[in-house]
């Protein structure tokens, strides 16, 4: 059996505003039905696979299970990073948790926000690699380059240039080094002599042989994880990594660490598609522009426009774009992004001065997203605050109360169990509750299927942090937004 490793503690900016720190781009259904991380599960299930472990932080961990759940996947063990460290500290963590329970496992180790459109091709890749891996070499998937790309490192093989045919099936061949980030006439060069492949970040190796390689080739980082996981807690089906062993780590990734000192290295060349979605360059190349080179998603429009992306996120926005040339428009409900096409790896810098300025859209999303669902705000005044908030089946809000402000819920799908000081009571569609100020209260969602009710608040502060949490079946601490 392999072990997938699903890595998703990162959050991107080049995909802002649809991707932010809050809830980044793996969430999040950019190419398709499903999102990032759901196509990631999904494609590394199924015969010859075991349960996926994640390494993911606090923040989503709820998202995690939530997004497995809707997609029929059970995880195996979910791992939380205390702080990003990285990917060298996520792997050896993995690979030193999986060593207690299987020590002669097989780990397939694959960031969750890439997209490969032909899992079963991507599945016989993998399954030609896996000799090699059993046989104690690190085995990485090198992409086919579709062009001289500068944000990519590459990967030499070690012998003649790889011909990429019709029929070309994949197999395990020498890999000679890794290269990093090219400039534009170094990327042509290596492009042109058919001897380098893109560098996907996604390995295949035996627990063993990864850890070998990181006692020879980074020994420090061993000894401070071992520890965070012996001092690790159980916690409601997760994986606490100790923070204060965590936090004495450096911030390496497994490429610096590892992988360009190991010379036990094998690629598996894979040419059936692949993106990491970098930009929304690349959102754009995988959505399948039209003749124009148009693409456009939800409540969009383009009139006699070439080579853009159009892109609404709300229902009730409409987004159009008239003689429009090479450029990326994404609207959200409180973000709007229209950029140069040209410019994508840019983005970042919108979110770097959106954070100069204060302003909550470069990290926070317009949902905000809890283990019991999600609420969004509708109407901030100086001193009320109108929000919807979406429950789940059979989830329940902690019993809590503020210090200052009241709330009014009315119910405005299904129904709820609400708390109120010593009173229960069954609230259903189009009727309300009263919350006093300082009132011990819960709503909770009784039924099978989501709950939503519109809370008005009224008082003189009215921020996440304002609660006092008597019980809480996410055990969340005081003050814990939620």
């Known amino acids: ?35 990032l991380f759901q196509a990631s599960a999904q494609r590394l299930s199924g015969a010859g696979y075991a349960a996926p472990m994640v390494l993911t932080n606090s923040d989503f961990r709820f998202i995690v299970t939530e997004q497995l759940a809707s997609v029929g996947i059970d995880p195996g063990a979910i791992l939380i990073e205390p702080a990003g ?12 948790y999986l060593q207690q329970s299987d020590p002669d496992a097989l780990m397939l180790v694959a960031p969750s926000d890439h997209v490969v459109p032909d899992a079963g091709a991507f599945r016989a890749a993998v399954a030609a690699g896996e000799a090699a891996a059993r046989a104690g070499q690190i085995v990485t998937f090198g992409i086919k380059p579709t062009h001289a790309e500068t944000g990519y490192g590459y990967l030499e093989l070690d012998g003649d240039p790889i011909a990429f045919t019709p029929d070309f099936s994949p197999r395990a061949i020498g890999l000679k080094r890794f290269v990093e980030k090219p400039d534009a006439a170094t990327a042509e060069a290596m492009l042109a002599s058919g001897r380098f492949l893109w560098n996907a970040g996604i390995f295949l190796f035996s627990v063993q042989a990864i850890l070998a390689a990181f006692r020879a080739h980074a020994p420090d980082l061993i000894a401070p994880i071992e520890a965070a996981i012996a001092a690790g807690e159980n916690d409601l089906g997760f994986f606490r990594l100790d923070p204060a062993a965590w936090e004495a780590l450096d911030d390496i990734s497994i490429d610096y660490a590892v992988m360009e000192k190991a010379d036990n290295l094998t690629v598996v060349p894979f040419a059936a598609g692949w993106s990491d979605l970098g930009g929304w360059d ?25 080579n853009s992306l159009l892109r609404s996120e709300d229902d009730s926005l409409e987004v159009v774009g008239i003689g429009l040339k090479n450029v990326i428009a994404v609207a959200m409900p409180d973000a709007v992004l229209v950029a140069d096409a040209t410019r994508g790896q840019d983005v970042k810098l919108a979110v770097a001065a959106l954070k100069a300025k204060g302003a909550k859209q470069a990290t926070e999303f317009p949902l905000d997203h809890r283990p019991w669902g999600w609420f969004e705000s509708l109407v901030v005044g100086e001193r ?99």
Not at 10 to 25: A, H
Not at 282 to 306: H, K, L, N, Y
Not at 404 to 428: P, Q
């Open 282 to 306: 690349a959102v754009w190349r995988e959505s399948g522009p039209d003749a124009q080179g148009v693409v456009t998603s939800g409540a969009a429009t383009a009139i006699d426009c070439e």
């Open 85 to 96: 460290r990285n990917t060298a500290p996520a792997v050896l963590a993995a690979a030193l």
């Open 384 to 482: 009320f605050q109108v929000k919807r908030i979406h429950v789940h089946p059979g989830a329940a809000l902690s019993l809590q109360s503020h210090h200052h402000r009241s709330e009014h819920w009315i119910v405005v799908e299904g129904t709820a169990r609400v708390t109120v000081d010593d009173e229960v009571k069954l609230v259903s569609e189009n009727q309300s509750v009263y919350i006093p100020l300082g009132a011990v209260h819960r709503m909770e969602n009784p039924g099978k299927l989501p709950m939503v009710l519109i809370e008005v608040q009224t008082g003189s502060y009215l921020g996440e942090d304002d609660i006092i949490r008597y019980e809480d079946v996410y055990a969340r601490g005081q003050g814990a937004k939620g």
């Open 1 to 35: 059996m392999i072990t997938p490793i699903l890595l998703c503690g990162g959050s991107g900016t080049r995909l802002w505003p649809l991707s932010r720190k809050s809830y980044p781009k793996q969430f999040v259904p950019l190419v398709g039905e499903t999102t």
